[in-house]
């Protein structure tokens, strides 16, 4: 039997690692996570963020590593509270940090993406409401502004928020992320705050730099009917897959509040404020229709949760980014994968998922997906939200107690992706050797 051939990606591919500010830097105070984790019982563990990865002031150090694994791209975000701690006052001494970073990554041969809101919110801001509260839109915009001058042109490559609908459930329907809400109405407020505030911030950096390439992160699962012969199951599926994964996609790039979003009005500044598509494919869902769960839209999740993963990440299946990027090839859009990667504390399986996903994705684009990156998450085990520091998914597994850094072999398995442009012929063999 003749040995698989290398498998070579795009010229120009961006082979990138992913960070987010709250979960790496360190020293964090002045926003709602920071109040958030100092109630009982909000973190598992009881863990607070605190120095976290001490990324704030190792970063030139973490880059250098990444940039020493092969990849060519490097994610992160700014700390809004770090950049505005007070309303309309901001730290030019933080805005320089970020700056900095950006010109190392250059220096290190890494394209820098800036995400401009990854789930945190300065304390000022949130104590009125959010992105529940409208003025968010204006201040949002006002923030864009500020952080594409102070880049001064290093960064092309920008995200606006996060995972929109992930903060909307999160935070306000399920009640398990700040502000702890448990309101319908107040989530689907929240979403359309996003949606003008991603398209407020599209233009605000386009205006600051015409070159720039502006998408918002989509958190897209992959929802299937647990009996695909059922037409309850796939009636649930349906809806689910409207509610999470459509309705903020196709607001900002079509421009419509389709309900239940709003009454199909039309957001003319969102219309096309994608000049990219970020998707963020970790979790598949099997669904079931269920009489018993109108809260849940008469849908359960039948998925098996994965060991020391809480039950709302669904099934890590490495064939969704793939999938995915096969669904979104109609937007004839550039696609990037902006995060992807495997919950695993004792490194098993991640080498080997790492090269099955990249394998699909090859796929993908052999059959018409415009695909331009992709993005792991995480280059460091980090502060992982509500499941503290025991969800680990980095390329770099991190001893909290000393912030001594050691690569795991995915960190070697991704880094000979990276270098050769491609999967070489030895890992589609013995991808987890």
Known sequence: ?????????????????????????????????????????????????????????RAEDDLALAASFGTNAFRFSVEWSRVEPEEGRFDEAALARYAGWAARCRALGLEPMVCLHHFTLPRWLARRGGFAWSGSVER??????????????RVRWWLTVNEPMVLAALGFVQGVWPPGRHSVSEALR????????????????????????????????????????SVLDRAVTWVRDRLMNRLFLEATVEGRLAPPLGAGERVAEAVGSHDYIAFQPYFTYPLAFSPANPGGLFAVERHVPRPGAPPFMGEFRPEAPATWAERLASYRLPLVVTEHGLLEAEERERPGFLVAALTGLHRALRHGADLRGYFHWSLLDNFEWAEGFEARFGLVHVDFATQVRTPRRSAEVYGAIARANGIPAELLVRPAA
């Open 1 to 57: 039997m003749n040995a698989p051939a290398s498998l070579a990606f795009p010229p120009g591919f961006l082979w990138g690692t992913a960070t987010s500010a709250h979960q790496v830097e360190g020293g964090n105070g002045g926003n709602d996570w920071a109040d958030w984790e100092r109630e009982p019982g909000r973190i598992r563990g009881g863990a607070v963020a605190g120095a976290a990865c001490d990324f704030w002031r």
């Open 140 to 153: 949002f915009a006002r923030l864009a502004e500020v952080v594409a001058d102070a880049m001064a042109g």
């Open 190 to 229: 929240v979403a359309r705050h996003l949606v003008r505030a991603h398209a407020a911030a599209y233009h605000a950096l386009h205006a600051r730099q015409p070159d720039a390439l502006v998408s918002a992160a989509h958190h897209l699962a992959v929802y299937l009917p647990h009996d695909p012969r």
